[in-house]
């Protein structure tokens, strides 16, 4: 009895190290770059075909990401298509509603194809929903990221604020010593009442030592939900009179932005990708026309964001560039890489599949918390039956129309 007691660490090491073993070699035939059967490939396979569709598609994919992340931007100090009319919500919830689809139907089930695929080995990708898995983390991962590129911006706002406001509260106290050393009296001029101070953008210049503070106390915010004060309007980039603790829908903006660019940035490369390595023309003229619809709506979502979060222009306009070019770029790139890569290998499909689920967890929690919760639970939303009604329309028929896309792509 006791040498089975002694033996039995051993045996289960022995049974850890077999399965370690078959691990290992299941791992290792998961990333062969040995080619899979893909017979229905095969037969619409056209080399010259193929590279005259992808120089078409960088082109047709390049004018439609520049016009719709244009429109936002350069429509921005036009009342048709300002940040605050009617219509842009409208097209916004439009946009998001692609964001979802592209993220459900497109990056997802593409996901679950790949890394369920036959060629693959049973165990593990098809005895455990990686693609489901790895969408999920994405998604708690731009949680984190968000949450945390809040609070670094909130915190950079914040000590900006307080900066100005000492800069302004020396600036009084030397002008109040100096027109007391001249015997000149400094009058307080009271700011308006405070009925009518909601419907000011910014306090007017208080001259006392008091002053900031009188601007304060003027500047509460509305009930949340009240319906009949009139919304207060965004504040700029360089405001300063924020009350402490209050977030401000500037940074949220500026945070959005950053995170859904890298969202749509990190897709758009992988799907030119994937239309770049193909060489079957059937495969790549329906990518052509999805990937326009939703480069077109998905730009104008970015630009939405990228306006209200009221960049200068250089920073607006090199994150449009670098959004315009990155899926011309990534079919470029599959592209030069189609004479060695092989994209029906293992390795391939893994890459592939994993890279689609991040990309769907990224989209899927930017659309649903960023885009459409943003907008949707907003206090205008809730307080205007026609635009709710007129919203709700365009959010559903972009996530339908974007899902029937998927019957061609």
């Not at 890459?351 to 649903?368: K, N, P, R, T, W």
Request: a negative charge; glycine letters at 8%; aromatic letters at 8%.
């Amino acid at each position: 009895m006791s040498l089975i007691e002694d033996l039995e660490p051993w045996f289960y090491f022995t049974r850890f190290r077999d399965q370690l073993s078959v691990f290992s070699r299941t791992m290792l035939a998961s990333v062969a770059t040995a080619s899979c059967t893909n017979d229905e490939a095969d037969e619409c396979r056209d080399d010259a075909a193929a590279l005259r569709l992808k120089m078409v598609a960088m082109v047709v994919i390049l004018m439609a990401g520049v016009s719709g992340v244009a429109i936002p931007l350069v429509g921005r100090k036009r009342r048709f298509l300002r940040t605050d009319g009617s219509f842009f919500v409208f097209a916004k919830a439009f946009a998001a509603g692609v964001i979802l689809a592209t993220g459900f139907v497109h990056m997802l089930h593409d996901a679950q194809s790949a890394l369920a695929d036959p060629c693959l080995p049973e165990s593990p990708w098809r005895r455990f929903p990686f693609s489901g898995f790895v969408a999920m983390t994405a998604a708690l991962g731009t949680l984190v990221v968000d949450f945390v590129g809040t609070q670094f911006y909130e915190r950079k706002h914040r000590e900006e604020a307080i900066g100005v406001k000492t800069a302004a509260a020396a600036a009084v106290a030397a002008t109040t010593s100096t027109s007391a050393e001249e015997d000149i009296t400094v009058i307080s001029i009271v700011s308006e009442p405070e009925e009518k101070a909601d419907n000011v953008k910014s306090p007017m210049h208080i001259v006392g030592m008091h002053a900031h503070a009188a601007a304060h106390r003027h500047s509460h915010p509305h009930e949340h939900g009240s319906c009949d004060r009139p919304a207060p309007r965004e504040r700029g980039p360089g405001h300063a009179h924020e009350e402490e603790g209050e977030v401000s829908s500037h940074v949220r903006h500026v945070v959005v932005s950053q995170i859904l660019e890298l969202g749509i940035v990190s897709h758009s490369v992988i799907i030119g990708l994937s239309l770049g390595v193909s060489q079957s023309p059937c495969t790549i003229r329906p990518l052509i026309a999805a990937l326009c619809f939703h480069q077109f709506f998905e730009g104008f979502a970015l630009g939405g964001c990228i306006s209200q979060a009221q960049f200068r222009n250089l920073s607006a306009v090199l994150m449009a560039c670098f959004f315009a070019i990155t899926a011309p770029s990534g079919i470029g790139v599959g592209a030069g890489a189609a004479s060695f890569y092989n994209a029906n290998s293992r390795r391939a499909l893994v890459v592939e599949g994993i890279l689609d689920s991040i990309s769907a967890g990224i989209l899927i929690y930017m659309a649903l918390v960023d885009l459409i919760a943003a907008d949707f639970l907003s206090r205008r939303m809730s307080c205007d039956i026609r635009l709710q009604v007129a919203s709700y329309m365009a959010l559903f028929l972009g996530a339908g129309s974007m899902s029937a896309l998927a019957i061609w792509a």
